[in-house]
């Protein structure tokens, strides 16, 4: 009988380890699960933001290629401006002289001073 009530309670022992195991193991089961579930969630969400942050940087790009590209043809109407006014300057220049100096042999004295 001692032995009996021995065995029994060893394998009662045993029976209990084995159901909290169990049950240890169904808790880090479901813990796991829970993890993984949240780390494919985070991929998921990178994935978009990831994308939407690439789709901002294209729209940001594309608003600053234009501002470079219209600053480039201010830049080019400024520069043909100024070409301009300096062929215009270099033009009235060479008309003053070749009035002027025909205007002082003309005259024939070279301290008569003609405005121009």
Do not use: W
């Not at 060893?10 to 159901?19: N, Q």
């Not at 990831?50 to 789709?55: M, S, T």
């Not at 301009?84 to 005259?107: G, N, W, Y």
């Amino acid at each position: 009988m001692f032995l009996c009530s021995y065995i029994q309670d060893k394998l009662r022992a045993k029976h209990v380890l084995i159901s909290k195991l169990q049950e240890k193991n169904d808790l880090l089961q479901t813990q796991i699960s829970d993890a993984e579930h949240q780390l494919t969630s985070k991929k998921d969400l990178a994935d978009i933001l990831h994308a939407v942050d690439f789709n901002q940087l294209t729209i940001q790009n594309q608003q600053l290629m234009n501002k470079i590209r219209d600053k480039t043809h201010e830049f080019h109407r400024m520069k043909a401006r100024s070409n301009k006014a300096l062929q215009v300057d270099f033009v009235s220049m060479l008309l003053r002289h070749t009035c002027i100096e025909p205007s002082k042999r003309i005259c024939g004295t070279s301290n008569i001073m003609i405005s121009a």
